[in-house]
């Protein structure tokens, strides 16, 4: 029963802490439904949280496109002095 | 899931490590930190602990990618330590604060994909490297690493919970920053 009730307030009476907190855990998870719902209810009537969900969702596709660049970068350029390779081979606590 | 080379000795592994990966580890190291002993250590420093956390390493990511993930935050506590970034960090330890207090500005996304993308990648670094210790971590190995939720919970032997928090806690500080240091006066 309060199950049902914490879910009604969710998708009627979100706040903006919460609203903003589920809009980061989109990136981790699958939101049950109630919490979609109540968050992009929240959202329609609420600038800010609006503005929250797209600016964390920008910068997480940012540090995706940085994250490829990054692999590249991996492949190509300057090689490891071989003494220093031979030192970290004979490495002991 | 066992990595491929599934051996009981981590000791036999190193050297096969290190003709594999040190390359791609200096390159990574050598973009981000100037100094050339510096980097030396800190490829030790990785090796090492390498060595001693395989027995939990369960393959869940590549043997490169896990390696550059723990030289990705021995660099970051070696900058941590040159830096000792005190007042940046106080600027940054207050939890986001917009919900209580002025509208957000939208931001015009428009100019940091086109000409100043170097600088606004500058700033993005520098942001990340501003984060509280408590929580630079946790995103780190989640948006650079791109590791899965149970691993960065075992490596940073914390809650599922306490995780999200973190993760939450990190994106809105990182807004914040980017929104002071690159948005503003351009958003409408």
């Known amino acids: 029963m309060t199950k049902l009730r914490e879910k009604l307030r969710?998708?009627?009476?979100m706040k903006c802490a919460e609203a903003s907190q589920l809009a980061s855990e989109s990136l981790e998870r699958r939101l049950a439904w109630y919490e979609t719902v109540g968050m992009k209810g929240h959202q329609l009537f609420?600038?800010?949280c609006r503005q929250f969900r797209r600016q964390i969702l920008f910068l997480h596709q940012s540090l995706q496109r940085a994250k490829h660049a990054e692999k590249e970068e991996l492949e190509h350029g300057p090689v490891l002095d071989v003494r220093v390779k031979e030192r970290l081979k004979q490495l002991e606590d | 899931m066992q990595?491929?080379?599934s051996n009981s000795d981590p000791r036999s592994l190193l050297s096969d490590w290190v003709d594999e990966h040190a390359d791609a580890l200096y390159r990574f190291a050598l973009a981000r930190v100037g100094d050339e002993h510096a980097i030396e250590d800190l490829l030790q420093d990785t090796y090492l602990a390498a060595v001693k956390a395989y027995p939990g390493f369960r393959g869940e990511a590549s043997v490169r990618t896990w390696l550059i993930a723990i030289l990705r935050l021995k660099i970051y506590d070696y900058h941590r330590q040159q830096a000792k970034s005190a007042q940046a960090e106080q600027r940054?330890?207050?939890p986001p604060s917009f919900q209580r207090t002025e509208r957000l500005q939208a931001w015009n996304y428009e100019a940091s994909q086109t000409v100043e993308r170097e600088e606004f990648w500058k700033v993005l670094r520098s942001c990340v490297s501003k984060l509280p210790e408590s929580v630079a971590k946790a995103f780190i190995l989640r948006e650079l690493d791109g590791f899965s939720g149970d691993l960065i919970c075992?490596?940073?032997?914390?809650?599922?919970?306490?995780?999200a928090v973190r993760l939450f806690r990190?994106?809105?500080?990182?807004?914040?920053?980017l929104?002071?240091?690159w948005f503003d006066g351009e958003g409408a």
């Open chain 1, 10 to 13: 969710l998708i009627l009476l």
């Open chain 2, 92 to 94: 940054l330890e207050h």
């Open chain 1, 46 to 48: 609420c600038w800010s």
């Open chain 2, 179 to 181: 929104d002071q240091n």
């Open chain 2, 3 to 5: 990595p491929s080379e």
């Open chain 2, 154 to 163: 075992n490596t940073l032997n914390i809650s599922k919970r306490n995780l």
């Open chain 2, 170 to 177: 990190a994106r809105g500080l990182l807004r914040d920053c």
